[in-house]
Nanobody
Framework: QVQVLESGGGLVQAGGSLRLSCAVS????????MGWYRQAPGKQRELVAD???????YYADSVKGRFTIASDNAKNIVYLQMSSLKPDDTAVYYC??????????WGQGTQVTVSS
């Protein structure tokens, strides 16, 4: 049993900041990477940011320079610090974990709404 618990979503005005948190717990082999995806209505889910256990990071071009991903490997927690938010950032944000067996685990999603 693996649990992926997200928090931190909400409503902010353009230019504001928000921090998302995701904690992974339960029975799994080990974590290889953790990341954040988002999906807006009528659009495909896209990768926003990802971080490996070794610390390598990836950011989508649309968020690079504005979002920062960080992890606490000992606690199996990943954060997404979002700043300079734009209305286009409005979406449901999903936490994803991939373990060493290449098994993926997903959170329920948290709504981020950025008003103009």
């Amino acid at each position: 049993q693996v649990q992926v618990l997200e928090s931190g979503g909400g409503l902010v005005q353009a230019g504001g900041s928000l921090r998302l948190s995701c904690a992974v717990s339960g029975s799994f082999f080990s974590i290889y990477s953790m990341g954040w995806y988002r999906q807006a209505p009528g659009k495909q889910r896209e990768l926003v940011a990802d971080i490996t256990v070794g610390g390598a990071t990836y950011y989508a071009d649309s968020v690079k320079g504005r979002f920062t991903i960080a992890s606490d490997n000992a606690k199996n927690i990943v954060y997404l610090q979002m700043s300079s938010l734009k209305p286009d950032d409005t979406a449901v944000y999903y936490c994803n974990t991939m373990d060493a067996r290449r098994q993926n685990y997903w959170g329920q999603g948290t709504q981020v709404t950025v008003s103009s």
